[in-house]
């Protein structure tokens, strides 16, 4: 059984990973600082508590475990906040990894699995976003994940390291089982956001932006669930192990939703009204981002399996019976 290392196994992608590993018959071993994941999150697996960016505790975990492959899913996400606080990011996301992948080469551990991000693409220049789309971002969070693809890239070229960079559009929804689910804390998220203000456990809603260039008026996302994207990095990683190259995919379900769609799909599926407020953009938001999944299709014989209105439910299924 291979030991795979997932960093930040206890957040929401990362949990929802490490259990299909599992079940793929790999040996998910979870470093996490808890700082946003949840212990019941990585609650049947070995678990390591500790911060990627801490050298002592980094190499205590790589000496204790043989590790065919680490993925690293530990990073700040919020794309206002990395407007406001670009230091924690560009630390985090970018400085912390680098890190991490001196740390690898020593070990010799030379293959890696990235959560990269659609945001690494900036303003579309086409309806749907392939790999190939120009690189641009237009935030900081994109900034600091677009600067990791580049050092793998060079560290692929220079030191023989395998990667594959998986650039999530809008993962959403949550795990069938109701072991396992989104809880960050604040929540930012549209989807999750929505769901507690369906629940009463937030007072209103608001929509960021209704000036956009789009159909509405209001932000246009690709929302993928989070189990359709846990099991991109399952066959990412068989891929990496078995025919080692480095690889990207754009992970989306190629479908594009408005802001204003999925407030009134959140109200059907949950059968909840609530009060929707405008207000300005918030700082950092392209009006569009729709993947194009193409190559995830061919290459990994990946399909994303849940719509829209799938999605909301397995989150409305969690915010009700939520465990943390
Ligand atoms: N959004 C919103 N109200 C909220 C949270 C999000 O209007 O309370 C919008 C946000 O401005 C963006 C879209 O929903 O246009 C998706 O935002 P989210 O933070 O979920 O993901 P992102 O696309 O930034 O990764």
Known sequence: ??????????????????????????????????????????????????????????????????????????????????????????????????????ALTAHTIKRFVFSSSAAIFGEPKTDLINENHPKSPINPYGHSKLMVEQMLSDFDTAYGLKYAALRYFNASGSDESG?????????????????????????????????????????????????????????????????????????GSGTGHSVAEVVETVKKVTGRNFDVQTAPRRAGDPARLVADNTKARKVLGWQPTYDLTRIIQTAWQWETHRKY
């Open 179 to 251: 072991e396992i689910g989104e809880s960050h804390s604040p929540e930012t998220h549209l989807i999750a956001r929505l769901i507690q203000t369906a629940a009463g456990k937030q007072k209103g809603f608001t929509i960021f932006g209704t000036d956009y260039p789009t159909s509405d008026g209001t932000c246009i996302r690709d929302f993928v669930h989070v189990n359709d994207l846990a099991r991109a990095h399952v066959l990412a990683l068989g891929k990496l192990l078995n025919e080692p190259a480095s690889l990207c995919f754009n992970l």
């Open 1 to 102: 059984m291979e030991n795979i290392l997932v960093i930040g196994g206890a957040g929401y992608i990362g949990s929802h990973t490490a259990r299909q590993l599992a079940a793929a018959g790999y040996r998910p071993v979870i470093l996490d600082n808890l700082s946003k994941g949840h212990r019941q999150a990585a609650a049947g697996f070995d678990f390591e508590l500790g911060d990627f960016t801490d050298k002592a505790c980094l190499e205590r975990v790589l000496q204790k475990y043989n590790f065919a492959a680490v993925m690293h899913f530990a990073a700040c996400t919020e794309v206002d906040r990395s407007v406001k606080d670009p230091a924690v990011f560009y630390q985090n996301n970018t400085a912390g990894v680098l890190a991490l992948l001196n």
